[in-house]
């Protein structure tokens, strides 16, 4: 009896240490993952559990440090023997809990410390549960329960730690589950122990809400302890899905692996953890997590989530523009518009408008208006009048019109046009400039007809020229046997527009042309015509022989008088001839006659004075005219410099002058000036203009036009990326223009390279550098001397480099490495590869790879010029016609080399792509064998594999050099043509 009255203080001694502990022991933060089904620290009140016994576990008050009631359960009927005191909790719902977990706060004394122990005291406790669909009330059966463990202290206090007031609190957390039923009971078994339950909670995890890459994803329960939950996410406002968004909720409440996302509509923007519209001043036109953009120049919104910013106004967006572009204006009228008046054409040139309106596709078009004298509205021009180039889409600042009628006044309109002229109408400006054409030689006679035909006479009537430009004085009929080849020819002259032709040779084929004559002089010959005069008869009347007799006597008379006409104006016109200073410009170098209209070149060298053909090609021009700006480079006879020509009534204009150093030999001044002498016989768009040269004062000049971005080759290299395809193009076709005028003239280049290629402000190309003479490059592999000069030798075709056999078809072989070079922006032919490995390689059949991004057209048009067989080889014409083919279709310029899959060769191709076997053969042929090693660590065996490599491949594996990450991305995709060409055949590699 006196057990029990002992047992009671200490248990009082034991809450009161407890409740020290209260700070650390009761205020624990959980997590935010974990939701509480029962927190009895949470309730201020009695918790109203089940103590069975009765005298067996006892609910105690308490306060906290703040003064806060607190429920707490102790036991310790430790002086009493078969102990078996139940505490049963209320009836817990477990919501939606699949596992719960059961934290339990106590404390616990050693058996030892306790004295005098009478009956059996125990160090542990029972936990159970038990689950029911419904709340049993008051009802309790032990057998019911289900143990969950037995709970152990690991720290116990002793009667010292009481004296110390040092008591060790326990924390122990147990797990339940998966439950089934709505709810369940917790229960405490005490058999014999010295305990204090201070805090029971129960709780679940789950995986809270997140928002995660612009996706909800809401409280998630775990299913169970061995799966994870995939939960699909739900975009916030004003997103889209980008891939569906998913997350994984683990058995700890923790999300995982987060896929796919959301993006922000057009006119929102990602802020925070959700989609905002775009504010006033701002827009977002495309779907993403990109910022909104504020509004460009000239444009504005004055509202939120603008998906584009309206322009200013009279400013515009073509339908074209981004919405990221500035909104532009129309430009303003050409400036200093000048006419250069030649007879019935005229050249219209002027100035960049001061305002292009913040476009750079600025282009001009020139209406021409006839204006009769008393009209007040002038008329369009007729329909045959001739724009060259064209007369709308001009990206040039100079046209040439002709086919114009003689004595007439003309309007011209030029109007600058950009992509919004067509939306502001109004806003159109041109400049206009009014002409009145010269007296002009009339033109061509265009229809002949055969009246009537003997054996000895033709008679023929023509129609009037189609611009006879003013009154026609007389025809000139010039007539000659077909076989005899114009060695000798007849002329008459006609008043009206007929003739008859006599004293012929029956059955003889003759040409005939004729060419009116006006007080402007002779226009130019109609082309030939062939006639025939009729067969002889066998058998004639005597009547038909008096007249044949007559018409034959008629005839005999007038060659006689023709003959005669005709040594009184050979000897006048030879005499005139004699006398004229300009005499070699009718006769070739050799002595041959040159003949009229047909422009052949005439090698300065074959004069036995070759100064003397400066002075017969170029004109010389007054020093006091030049004035030179500045030197912009140096050449093997000089400076070169830049400088402006003002002629006497001319406009001034930007020029480059070459000038020859002081102390030079008469060889040099000749060698300087034959330069001069061959680019004064060319006149051609695509070839470098010759302005004249100064001869008669120091320093020696010679004067050409300026192109202001130099060479092509260091342009492109400075606009590496910067143009189209089909502005690379237009390029190519202006050289491949300007070889066929000299292909034409007899003139083979020797030396055509994109460093001899120049280029004005308008990217026109034109050829220059008409000499061979001179040192190349400064790099002394640049050229590969033999007998007769030097050669350069990676421009050069095989058959001049060993035989020195120039022609246009070595031309042809150089233009296809200025293609090469166009397409690869300036990049040397062959890279590193010495000239001798060049020629080597050549011979073997190795050609240069299609650079990155070049159309499969361009390069096989390229393989054509590099064939061997210089026969084979494409004409300029052809490459010309080829040319403007593909300009006016663009669409045969998408197909790229590297996009070769189903791509067919084109009909007739005999140039074979080298076969390699590998990787280490393919490697060595483009002088790359450094990287050997790393295709092979890379795992790349076969030359297949390596057909597939892209140029984040090529980095990978560790070519770090761009020049050499060039080199081996365009050979792989030659690769690719040779093995589709070899699998086509059926080879393998």
């Known amino acids: 009896m006196d057990c029990k009255p002992r047992a009671k203080p200490i248990l009082l001694f034991i809450l009161l240490f407890i409740l020290s502990f209260i700070r650390s022991a009761l205020l624990t933060i959980h997590p935010s993952n974990e939701v509480n089904l029962l927190d009895s620290k949470a309730s201020q009140g009695e918790l109203g559990w089940i103590s069975y016994p009765s005298h067996g576990w006892e609910e105690i008050s308490g306060v906290d440090e703040h003064y806060t009631p607190i429920r707490t359960f102790q036991v310790c009927n430790v002086m009493e023997y078969s102990q078996n005191n139940w505490l049963r909790t209320n009836w817990i719902p477990r919501q939606s809990a699949k596992k719960i977990y059961v934290e339990l706060k106590f404390t616990l004394r050693d058996c030892n410390s306790i004295p005098l122990v009478l009956g059996t005291c125990k160090e542990t406790f029972n936990l159970l549960y038990l689950e029911t669909d419904e709340d049993q009330g008051s009802r309790f059966r032990e057998h019911q329960f289900s143990k969950i463990d037995t709970i152990a202290a690991d720290e116990s206090f002793t009667q010292m730690d009481l004296g110390d007031r040092i008591l060790k609190l326990n924390t122990e957390v147990r797990e339940v589950g998966p439950l089934t039923k709505k709810g369940f009971y917790l229960a405490f078994q005490d058999v014999g122990a010295c305990v204090a339950l201070v805090s029971v909670r129960v709780y679940f995890k789950l995986c809270p809400f997140i928002v995660r890459n612009l996706a909800s994803f809401p409280d998630t329960v775990p299913m169970d302890s061995h799966s994870l939950v995939e939960v699909k996410g739900s975009c916030v406002n004003h997103s889209k899905e980008q891939e569906p968004p998913r997350m994984y909720c683990s058995t700890e409440g923790e999300w995982l692996v987060p896929i796919g996302k959301c993006l922000c509509n057009v006119g929102y923007e990602e802020r925070g953890s959700s989609c905002q519209a775009c504010r006033a001043g701002f827009y977002k036109s495309l779907l993403g997590n990109v910022q909104c953009s504020k509004c460009p120049p000239h444009s504005f919104t004055h509202h939120e989530g603008a998906l584009h910013c309206g322009c200013e106004k009279n400013y515009f967006r073509a339908d074209g523009d981004p919405p990221s572009m500035a909104c532009t204006r129309p430009p303003s009228a050409p400036r200093n518009v000048i006419s250069v008046i030649n007879e019935t054409s005229v050249i219209l040139d002027w100035s960049w408008p001061e305002d292009t309106g913040g476009r750079k596709d600025v282009t001009f078009t020139v209406l021409c208006k006839r204006c009769r004298p008393g009209q007040r509205v002038c008329e369009a021009c007729r329909s045959n009048v001739r724009f060259l180039p064209r007369a709308a889409g001009l990206q040039n600042t100079t046209v040439t019109v002709g086919d114009l009628l003689a004595h007439t006044n003309y309007t011209f309109e030029i109007e600058a046009q950009n992509g919004v002229s067509q939306l502001a109408p109004t806003m159109r400006q041109y400049a206009a400039v009014t002409i009145t054409t010269n007296q002009a030689a009339p033109s061509p006679v265009t229809v002949i007809r055969k009246d009537r035909t003997s054996r000895n006479s033709i008679s023929l009537s023509w129609l009037e020229p189609e611009r006879p430009n003013g009154i026609i004085l007389d025809y000139e009929v010039k007539y000659y046997q077909k076989q005899e080849q114009e060695t000798s020819y007849t002329i008459l002259r006609s008043k009206g527009c007929n003739v ?170 000749r060698d300087f000036l034959s330069e001069a002498s061959i680019m004064g016989q060319f006149d051609h768009p695509n070839i470098i203009r010759l302005e004249g040269v100064v001869t008669r004062s120091k320093p020696v000049m010679i004067v050409t036009e300026y192109m202001e971005n130099g060479s092509l080759d260091s342009f492109l290299r400075t606009h590496d990326g910067q143009f189209t395809v089909i502005q690379l193009v237009g390029m190519l076709r202006g050289i491949a223009s300007g070889m066929k005028y000299l292909s034409d003239m007899g003139y083979v280049h020797r030396d055509l390279a994109a460093r001899n290629i120049l280029v004005n402000s308008n990217l026109v190309c034109k050829v220059s550098d008409f000499g061979l003479s001179r040192v190349l490059e400064d790099d002394p592999e640049a050229a590969y001397t033999t007998t007769g000069g030097k050669i350069p030798i990676r421009w050069t075709a095989p058959e001049a480099i060993s035989y020195r056999k120039f022609s246009s078809a070595s031309d042809a072989w150089s233009y296809g490495i200025v293609m090469w070079e166009v397409m690869s922006y300036g990049e040397r032919p062959y890279w590193e590869m010495s000239n001798q490995d060049v020629i080597l390689s050549i011979e073997e059949g190795y050609r240069l790879p299609a650079p990155m991004g070049c159309p499969v057209v361009l390069h096989q048009l390229m393989l054509h010029c590099w064939q061997k067989e210089r026969s ?118």
């Open 500 to 669: 008859t032709l006599s004293g012929l040779k029956a059955d003889t084929s003759y040409l005939l042309q004729i060419r009116a004559r006006t007080a402007a002089g002779y226009g130019a010959s109609s082309r030939s015509f062939e006639f025939e005069t009729s067969p002889d008869s066998f058998s004639i009347s005597s009547e038909s022989s008096q007249v044949v007799l007559i018409a034959i006597s008629s005839a005999a008379a007038i060659i006689l008088l023709t003959v005669l006409l005709y040594i009184v104006i050979g000897r006048f016109c030879g005499y005139r001839r004699s006398k004229h200073p300009d005499e070699k410009r009718l006769h070739f170098g050799n002595g041959h006659l040159r003949l009229p209209g047909i422009r052949t070149y005439v090698d300065p060298h074959t004069y036995e004075d070759p100064s003397q053909a400066v002075h017969e090609f170029a004109k010389e021009l007054d020093a006091s005219c030049i004035a030179i700006d500045k030197v912009v480079g140096a050449g093997e006879f000089g400076e070169v410099c830049s400088g402006r020509l003002r002629l006497p009534s001319k406009k001034e204009n930007c020029v480059a002058i070459k000038t020859l150093k002081a102390g030079y030999t008469d060889k040099q001044r």
């Open 872 to 989: 084979q080889r494409p004409k300029f014409t052809d490459v010309v016609s080829f040319l403007d083919k593909l300009i006016r279709n663009p669409s045969s310029l998408l197909a790229l080399v590297e996009d070769i899959q189903g791509l067919a060769e084109s009909p007739g191709e005999v140039v074979d792509y080298p076969m390699f076997i590998s990787i280490g053969d393919w490697l060595d042929s483009i002088k790359m064998s450094q990287y050997k090693s790393s295709f092979v660590a890379a795992g790349f065996s076969t030359l297949d594999s390596v057909a597939q490599m892209s140029i984040e491949d090529v980095r990978r594996i560790g070519v770090v050099l761009i020049g050499h990450q060039r080199r081996i991305v365009s050979s792989i995709q030659t690769l690719r043509l040779q093995l589709l060409h070899q699998q086509e055949k059926g080879f393998h590699v």
